[in-house]
């Protein structure tokens, strides 16, 4: 609440990835409302689930620098894949120090399943509450960048 009375939240602000779930975005609604405000843009991000699978579960980190690879978008140099074409884990090195890579516990294949039921259980029904106000805007974001941030911009159009 405090941080929205700021002077550079004064023409509105963006939450990233908040509300997560129905209970949250009533009371955001609630909250909004006694300062005389409420939610004008909910922009949904459509990607299919068996890409979100690759993009994710192909995430690398170097958890020093936070500097991110991916095995198919930007692989490591030192990148070698096994029999099952898959990554050798002991082959995924840093670019710039040769130190190992890591996978955050949150991007495999398994971690997946369970947030995708997370996003479908408890998201969707935010959509489905902001739907009726016909504040919900759709983003293809399963294209280059580019296209996406087109999208987005358009979305936050008046």
């Given amino acids: 609440r405090d941080r929205i009375k700021e002077a550079d939240c004064r023409f509105g602000f963006i939450l990233d990835g908040f509300p997560r779930t129905l209970v949250q975005a009533r009371a955001l609604d609630k909250m909004l409302a006694e300062e005389g405000a409420c939610v004008t843009k909910v922009i949904e991000l459509q990607v299919p689930d068996e890409v979100l699978e690759e993009r994710i579960c192909g995430r690398w980190i170097h958890k020093k620098s936070g500097r991110s690879y991916h095995v198919k978008f930007a692989p490591p140099k030192s990148m070698k894949?096994?029999?099952d074409?898959?990554?050798v884990p002991e082959s995924m090195?840093?670019?710039e120090t040769?130190?190992?890579l890591m996978q955050r516990p949150d991007d495999t294949a398994t971690a997946?399943?369970?947030?995708?039921?997370?996003?479908?259980g408890e998201t969707v029904p935010i959509l489905d509450h902001y739907r009726p106000n016909g504040i919900v805007r759709e983003v293809n974001a399963n294209q280059g960048m580019g296209g996406v941030w087109k999208e987005v911009e358009a979305s936050l159009g008046r």
């Fill in 85 to 87: 074409g898959k990554p």
């Fill in 81 to 83: 894949l096994g029999a």
């Fill in 112 to 120: 997946l399943v369970k947030r995708l039921k997370g996003y479908h």
């Fill in 93 to 95: 090195k840093d670019d």
């Fill in 98 to 100: 040769g130190e190992s």
